[in-house]
T-cell receptor, first 110, second 113 residues
Framework: EDQVTQSPEALRLQEGESSSLNCSYT??????LFWYRQDPGKGPEFLFT???AGEEKEKERLKATLTKKESFLHITAPKPEDSATYLC???????????FGQGTRLTINP | DSGVTQTPKHLITATGQRVTLRCSPR?????VYWYQQSLDQGLQFLIQ???????AKGNILERFSAQQFPDLHSELNLSSLELGDSALYFC????????????FGEGSRLTVL
């Protein structure tokens, strides 16, 4: 069964304290891996697309990387406004559906 | 603002009732997706339409149905509502049909009492 697992479930950091979020996947065939940010009471907001192992994408304090079995979202020197739930999703080859992980709830304390 | 509009934002109803959620996709997007998000289940894919035709189906209950109209807006109909149907229902849209780059609306929060 296709599965996406994110860890940790929740992470609390101090402002400026860098860390990484993990997304591991078990799928029959990966078409692409996607990161989203979701603020409370809002819809997910698309951040990055990764297609192949070794690929990296960056946006401000966020950098996403991909290996054959997992993806990392690295956050460098985070600010309180980076607090959100970060969702990882995979698009499975041959199936027109996006499978989401449960998310990591990130809190950045000032 | 993603450009995807969902109405209503909040809805409270009773068990056994029927509701309709509406979604207008971003201008130019032909695909519309419906997702359900609850605390214990996360974001679950329900159904996708592309230019009026059903393209993919997820774990959508038989009590739920959807359609996409010629003007590309979509409606999700939920009937014989149960307490467990209480959730956030999101609509998303995309230009193409086989992509993970979706633009989500702000959701419709359904509470079934």
């Amino acid at each position: 069964e296709d599965q996406v697992t994110q860890s940790p479930e929740a992470l609390r950091l101090q402002e400026g304290e860098s860390s990484s979020l993990n997304c591991s996947y078990t799928v029959s065939g990966l078409r692409g891996l996607f990161w989203y940010r979701q603020d409370p009471g809002k819809g997910p907001e698309f951040l990055f697309t990764l297609y192949s192992a070794g690929e990296e994408k960056e946006k401000e304090r966020l950098k996403a990387t991909l290996t054959k079995k997992e993806s990392f979202l690295h956050i460098t020197a985070p600010k309180p406004e980076d607090s959100a739930t970060y969702l990882c999703a995979v698009l499975i080859q041959g199936a027109q559906k996006l499978v989401f992980g449960q998310g990591t709830r990130l809190t950045i304390n000032p | 603002d993603s450009g995807v509009t969902q109405t209503p934002k909040h809805l409270i109803t009773a068990t056994g009732q029927r509701v309709t959620l509406r979604c207008s996709p971003r201008s130019g997007d032909l695909s519309v997706y419906w997702y359900q998000q609850s605390l214990d289940q996360g974001l679950q894919f329900l159904i996708q339409y592309y230019n009026g035709e059903e393209r993919a189906k997820g774990n959508i209950l038989e009590r739920f149905s959807a359609q996409q109209f010629p003007d590309l807006h979509s409606e999700l109909n939920l009937s014989s509502l149960e307490l467990g149907d209480s959730a956030l229902y999101f609509c998303a849209s995309s230009v193409g049909t086989y992509t993970g780059e979706l633009f989500f609306g702000e959701g419709s929060r359904l509470t079934v009492l």
